[in-house]
């Protein structure tokens, strides 16, 4: 099962908005509503943002925002602030028998 | 409310193995898949595998499928990652995380650092 791609890296100024994609096959993002994301500072736990493509988990700041089109996720960071960067990952449920499969990865650098 | 937490950091020679637990509290510990995955220096989040703690079924990808063991006891709620012959490629932090009710890693363990140096 090969990981979901992801830009390696993403930049913004503070209260820019930067989007962050996400690309699978049909046999994942394409094929099911259960993408999620996760920002992660490292060494921490990661923490979920957004679930089943545009939900956000209670707590979560509405400045973080999700979709997808085909076989493509996106999360947007709306707002950019310097306490989001960090990296972030998405997730999919798979076909495989893995079930779930992560995004490579993209770090946010505010400017 | 849902915690996992994770026994604190090892450290292990070349060729050892380690064995990182994971104690989940505030859920019904059979009912939800618990996974396991790791992030090496400089690296992504790294998928290593599942665990049914309702029967003990395991699935492990393919790259350390001759290596690790995920075990549970259901008596203390704890799952049991071992990881042997261990390499400095296994220096890493190691996440418990569950699949909750929704698609999603919706709790995470705190981490355990794993340090493999001679």
């Known amino acids: 099962q090969s990981a979901l791609t992801q830009p390696a890296s993403v930049s913004g100024s503070p209260g820019q908005s930067i989007t962050i994609s996400c690309t699978g096959t049909?046999?994942?993002?394409?094929?099911?509503?259960?993408v999620s994301w996760y920002q992660h500072f490292p060494g921490k736990a990661p923490r979920l943002i957004l679930y089943?493509?545009?939900d956000r988990p209670s707590g979560v700041s509405d400045r973080f925002s999700g979709s997808k089109s085909g076989n493509t996720a996106s999360l947007t960071i709306s707002g950019l602030q310097t306490e989001d960067e960090a990296d972030y990952y998405c997730c999919s449920y798979t076909t495989s028998n893995t079930f779930y499969v992560f995004g490579t990865g993209t770090k946010v650098t505010v400017l | 409310q849902v915690q996992l937490v994770q026994s604190g950091a090892e450290v292990r020679k070349p060729g050892a193995s380690v064995k990182v637990s994971c104690k989940a509290s505030g859920y019904t510990f059979s009912g939800y898949y618990l996974y396991w995955v790791r992030q090496a220096p400089g690296q992504g989040l790294e998928w290593m595998g599942w665990l049914n703690p309702h029967n003990g079924g395991t699935n492990y990808a393919h790259k350390f499928q001759a290596r690790v063991t995920m075990t549970r006891d259901t008596s203390i709620s704890t799952a049991y990652m071992e990881l042997n012959s261990l390499t400095s490629d296994d220096t890493a932090v190691y996440f418990c995380?569950?699949?909750?009710?929704?698609?999603?890693?919706?709790?995470w363990g705190q981490g355990t650092l794993v340090t493999v140096s001679s």
């Open positions: 049909s046999s994942d993002v394409g094929g099911y509503h259960y």
């Open positions: 089943d493509v545009s």
């Open positions: 995380t569950r699949i909750g009710s929704i698609a999603a890693y919706d709790a």
